[in-house]
């Protein structure tokens, strides 16, 4: 059994690794935000309108490709691992397991990092007092302010309400025996998978993708938020997110990590990188318009279309590529893979901390970025080590 065991984390710990690298690109994405001035994030120290042409560019292909894929591949994911476990635990167990893993993490952060960090680290009094800590933090739950304040953890809130309501669809519509044994890559299955990884399969999810996704925008343009959830994003989320609960629920993953996927990968650059570049320049991003933002202009429908390419394409080709490259499970690995969602949880008040420690040092905003997420990972990383030696932690951050 043990050894079985072994064998299993062996063959996915490419998709840990892959996990653990889009945590990283969290951090880096969001001090990249801290710097630049491009985007939201609890605190900025740069301005959009201060950055060169050089430095928008490279922050807005970094922010711009870093957005279209990380979190998409992590809903795709986490709904072929969700599809694995309803159908071994069945739905109400599957749910009250989401709930405890889910659920938990994020009222933690709503009720108690979100403040910390609003009224501690970005405090409006010049010291700190207990009388406008506990007043600040009265006004904050009366308010129901702490509905909007899931921060990071909005992946919490949508997957679980995504999980929620694909376990109460398969409860009414699907009954089957539960699974009693593990999952398998068995190439017996391969067949199975081939009916969607296909190029007019791709394409069509693509356009679809886009579409949803323009639509949206004409009501939730890109920047904007309902309770800290940008709906501009979410059109890939959701056809990820069900992408991968049909590749769990028809056993095909082997034909998604197929080597020969990688052509996905290599697409997603070639054709991306100028595709993106493009629009900008025609679109007229340079000079300061945001049309792709969202609305009835053909900027917001190409961008649509390149972005959900992006995320599709990519998200399709990078799991493949971990496969064949970085399918590593040694120590280094399994305690940065044990520790990402902890890393994931933390990271914001850690960040903003570090951000305000090198508020003094001039130096450019392409220097600075990259040493602040570093820093901000290795402290996080061993944050998490240490407070998951608390067993109800540990199990809270599983």
Known sequence: ?????????????????????VIILVIVMHSSVTYSGIGGWYYKEGMQENLNTIEFVIFGVLQSFTQAWFMGVLFFISAFLAARSIRKRGPAIFVRERL??????????MLLIAPFIYFVLLKEEPSFSWPY???????????FTWLGSTGPLWFAEALLFFCVTYALIRKIFIREPLKTSGFSEAPIKQNRGKEIITVKNILLIVLLTAVVAFLIRLIFPIGS???????????????????????GE??????????????WFNAALIIGLPMWLLIMLFGGALRGETFFYGGLYWQSFFYALWESFFAVAFSIGVIPFFKKFVNINNKITRLTAENSFGVYIFHAP????????????????????????????????GFSVTVRKIKPIKILLK
Not at 1 to 15: D, G, H, P, T, V
Not at 133 to 143: A, M, Q, R, T
Not at 225 to 247: A, E, K, P, R, T
């Open 1 to 21: 059994m043990e050894q079985n065991s072994e064998i299993s984390k062996s063959r996915f710990a490419y998709l840990d690794n892959l996990r653990s690298f």
């Open 100 to 109: 405890f893993r889910l659920g938990l993490p994020l009222l933690f952060y």
């Open 133 to 143: 800590l506990l007043d600040n933090y009265k006004s904050y739950i009366s308010s």
């Open 225 to 247: 938020s309902f309770y800290n959830l940008q709906f501009s994003f979410f059109s890939s989320y959701m056809v990820l997110f069900i992408l991968g609960i049909i590749v």
């Open 250 to 263: 028809r056993e095909m993953f082997n034909a998604v990590s197929d080597e020969k996927n990688i052509k």
């Open 350 to 381: 850690f960040l903003i901390a570090v951000s305000l420690l090198l508020k003094g040092w001039s130096v450019m905003p392409l220097i600075k970025f990259i040493p602040a997420a570093f820093i901000t990972f290795c402290i996080c990383l």
